[in-house]
Structures are given as C-alpha cells and as structure tokens.
C-alpha cells in the first residue's frame, strides 16, 4: 500500500488547539440540550407536562412505542455522542489517509439524520396546534439541540477541510464527500 503512513491530525496540526476546544464545548452543549425541556405539552388547564429527550425517548419505549423510541434514542443521543467521539478519535488516532476517508464518508452518511428529533418535535407542536385540547410548544432543549446539530456539522466540515489539505489522495477523495 503506497499510502499507508499513519498519523493523527493532531500531529500535522499541533497548534490547532482550538478543534479539542470545539468538541468539548460541543460535548457540554449537547448533553444540557438533551437535559433540558425541548417539549411542553398541555392539556385543558389541568395537565402539563415537559420533556427533554432523554425523559420523552424513556417515555415511549415504556408506552410501548419501541421504533420511534428505538430511532429517537439512536438519532438523538447515541448518534451526536457518538459522532463527537469520532471527530476527538479522528483528530488524536494515528490513520491512513484512506481510513481517515472511509470514517468521514460514514459520519456525512450518518450526519443526515442527525435533525431527525428536532423534525419530530417540529410536527408534535404543528398537529397539536391545529386544534383541540391539547397544546404543545417547543422549549429551549430543541433550539439548543439543532444549535448543537448544526455546530457540529460546522466542526465536520472544518476537520474535514483539514484532512483533506494532508494528502493529495484525501483531497480527491473527500472532495467528492
């Protein structure tokens, strides 16, 4: 393999220190939006309830509602957790240019449904709004949570761009990603 010199990131960018910045501050971010309220419903002047997206995944799954739970718990926690280990991995592991490649194809995969609970929160509050008794409106966990999506598609890309400068292979290759 002509290509298989393997070295972090980190090493060909010692002083970018502020990647490791990033995702830590990511990380915090991302764990106070999934603690948070994204939802607050109320019913008649009685009953109101809100939920963050751990206690609304826990919620479902024990209600019964295992594939939308199922897809909640892996899009909306363990998919972001994830993702920013990868970039921390990706960032500090020593790769080929080809395995640097194959991860990042797999986090841009993946990072499509990353959105997926703020789409879902989005149309509770929409049907709960058309009428009735039951009222529904987004919290600050949701707006936090998309903040937390989009920044980390934002650090994707910036570590991406950086990966791509290392090798001239990388720069056909992710080019096209």
């Given at each position: 393999?002509?290509?298989?010199?393997?070295?972090?990131?980190?090493?060909?960018?010692?002083?970018?220190?502020?990647?490791?910045?990033?995702?830590?501050?990511?990380?915090?971010?991302?764990?106070?939006?999934?603690?948070?309220?994204?939802?607050?419903?109320?019913?008649?002047?009685?009953?109101?309830?809100?939920?963050?997206?751990?206690?609304?995944?826990?919620?479902?799954?024990?209600?019964?509602h295992y594939g939308l739970g199922l897809i909640l718990l892996t899009f909306s926690i363990f998919f972001p957790f994830a993702k920013i280990c990868i970039l921390l991995v990706l960032w500090f592991g020593k790769f080929t240019d080809d395995q640097r490649l194959r991860a990042f194809k797999w986090l841009e995969i993946l990072g499509r449904w990353s959105m997926l609970d703020v789409f879902v929160v989005a149309m509770i509050v929409v049907i709960a709004?058309?009428?009735?008794?039951?009222?529904?409106?987004?919290?600050?966990?949701?707006?936090?949570?998309?903040?937390?999506v989009l920044l980390s598609l934002v650090v994707t890309v910036h570590i991406r761009s950086l990966a791509r400068r290392v090798s001239p292979k990388a720069q056909r290759a992710l080019a096209d990603v």
């Open positions: 393999m002509a290509n298989a010199k393997r070295k972090s990131l980190s090493e060909y960018y010692p002083k970018r220190l502020d990647i490791v910045v990033y995702l830590i501050l990511l990380l915090g971010l991302l764990i106070t939006a999934q603690c948070l309220p994204v939802l607050a419903i109320k019913k008649f002047v009685f009953w109101n309830s809100q939920y963050s997206l751990w206690s609304g995944t826990i919620g479902l799954l024990r209600g019964g709004k058309s009428g009735g008794a039951l009222k529904a409106s987004p919290k600050i966990g949701i707006y936090l949570f998309a903040i937390a």
